[in-house]
């Protein structure tokens, strides 16, 4: 990583601190502006006759970015959450402090300075020294300065780095955080109740996924990670709530890729006496709402792409085949032709998928790559929709939509399956299925069967990834660049701690 020179370097100037009678890492920062405020407040002083104003002084504090020293004075460039504020330190305003801050402070410390505002003959709004204090002394040099962290890697390995050195990353998660914020305000609005389910499950359940499993010791039995809170959400419609949401983390035990990681944020919610109809002009509201509320214009850029939220669509999944995926319609109707073509076009297949699951592998091959503007895709197989309700004149189908953004699946959302004889039948389905080797087949759950007999309301049901939306609203490339500690292949990182046990001793 670093030479160790470096580091030994600076913990002897924390060190030298304590020895002039000071604690290199203080308790006592006093910040009443932040550094954006302070530009904003002052900012007319970079227009007026006037270069200062000494009256209002202000405490600000953050991580020193640059340093230039000249002599009997420096400049200071000072980060913090809000953006990079210069100062300007002298030995003629700060005495003695000033040949103290030569000798000990250095790029990567974490001051707190008080001063007044001034405009510099460079005419860079800054702030004047009159006091000075370093709250952290940092004893790891960060990488070269003004060029950033390019290392993909470690980027991800280390993101409190990233944070410090890349700027631009803390604004992608200021994003995510907003997203979050104004998706549970939309969901409150409206009426919805905000509950929380279990993440530790006896059964897994509500998707087709394969689950983490642990040990509870006390109980000595087998618990599952969550793969979704489908069941117990609609348990809690069984008990009378009629418009709930839980924004929540799941966990698939599964591959990772630029749109996967094993755990990931959705938002589940449930609608009582409603339809998936109802869902699809909901889920179109909260996105104009969003971009309202994130300052985004209806038309962005993601991935080389225009999406265009004016454009929403609905369209069935048999027609997206035919129309998008350029599939004839014979074929399509035909599994034994579908089969066929599956084969000659290279995308694998097995002899124990049913007739659903081939439509699907023909779907994610030659049609969601291609849904660029938001389209809902609607009239799903039945054989790949264990919990949503099967259509009343086309049984082969389930009341389900699908939303696809820039190629990927945004949201799944159907009416619910409220009867719990139809709903035993397809879990019994889906046990035959995990028998036959289907790892993500779901499993029988007894006590949801049994919550269903006492009778569940006509109830429409939707998870979206707060993940992909993310993503899609930040033009980011990987979920990695959109979650702050992704999961990441184990490699050994150079720490070299001798050097940190070295200088305690």
């Known amino acids: 990583m670093f030479e160790s020179q470096y580091i030994k370097q600076r913990i002897q100037k924390a060190q030298d601190i304590r020895d002039m009678g000071f604690n290199p890492y ?3 920062a006093l910040k009443n502006i932040s550094n954006q405020d302070f530009i904003q407040l002052f900012e007319y002083l970079k227009l007026s006759s006037e270069t200062k104003d000494s009256s209002k002084k202000y405490s600000i504090a953050g991580r020193v970015k640059f340093l230039r020293l000249m002599g009997k004075a420096c400049f200071v460039k000072i980060e913090d959450e809000t953006g990079i504020l210069q100062a300007y330190l002298s030995q003629n305003d700060l005495g003695e402090d000033f040949v103290f801050i030569k000798k000990t402070l250095e790029v990567g410390d ?21 006091g000075f204090k370093i709250l952290t002394k940092s004893i790891i040099p960060l990488p070269e300065k003004f060029h950033g962290l390019t290392d993909i890697e470690l980027r991800y390995r280390q ?4 944070l410090i050195a890349n700027p631009n990353v803390k604004e992608i998660f200021k994003t995510r955080s907003l997203v979050v914020s104004n998706i549970r305000k939309f969901f409150e609005e409206k009426g919805f109740l905000e509950v929380e389910t279990p993440m530790l499950h006896p059964i897994p359940g509500g998707a087709n996924a394969k689950p983490f499993i642990t040990h509870h010791n006390a109980l000595d039995v087998e618990r599952y990670l969550r793969i979704a809170p489908e069941l117990y959400l609609k348990r809690l419609i069984v008990g009378g709530f009629e418009a709930i949401f839980e924004i929540n983390r799941n966990f698939r035990n599964e591959g990772m890729d630029h749109s996967h990681n094993p755990e990931f944020t959705m938002i589940e919610f449930y609608w009582a006496y409603k339809t998936y109809e109802d869902l699809i002009k909901l889920t179109q509201e909260l996105f104009f709402y969003l971009l309202e509320k994130l300052n985004l214009p209806k038309q962005i850029k993601h ?15 048999k027609k997206a085949l035919e129309e998008i995926g350029n599939i004839p319609k014979e074929i399509i109707e035909d599994e034994d032709k579908l089969r066929g073509f599956l084969k ?11 007739y659903g699951k081939i439509l699907a592998e023909a779907f994610d091959s030659f049609v969601e790559p291609k849904l660029i503007d938001p389209i809902f895709i609607t009239d799903y197989p039945i054989d790949i929709s264990p919990l949503a309700r099967r259509n009343d004149n086309k049984p082969e189908i389930a009341d389900r939509f699908e939303l696809f953004i820039g190629g990927k699946e ?17 879990f019994k389905e889906q046990v035959r299925a995990k028998d036959a080797g289907d790892e993500e087949a779901q499993y029988m759950d007894e006590d949801y069967i049994w919550a269903l007999g006492y009778g ?3 109830t429409a049901g939707e998870g979206i990834g707060i993940d992909r939306l993310v993503m899609l609203l930040t033009d ?3 979920i990695k660049d959109i979650i702050l500690f992704p999961a990441m292949k184990p490699v050994k990182m150079n720490y070299d701690d001798s050097i940190l046990q070295e200088a305690k001793e």
């Open 410 to 426: 945004i949201a799944n959302g159907f009416s619910e399956l409220n009867d719990p004889l139809d709903q035993l039948e397809r």
């Open 110 to 130: 974490i001051v707190n300075i008080e001063g007044y505002p001034f405009v510099t003959q460079t005419g860079e709004l800054s702030i004047h020294t009159l």
């Open 476 to 478: 980011s490339k990987t």
């Open 303 to 317: 991935n080389e792409s225009i999406i265009n939220f004016e454009n929403f669509r609905v369209m069935p999944y």
């Open 26 to 28: 203080r308790n006592d």
């Open 456 to 458: 569940m309301p006509p």
């Open 344 to 354: 000659q076009n290279q995308v694998k297949i097995d002899t124990s998928m049913n």
């Open 159 to 162: 993101r409190y780095l990233d």
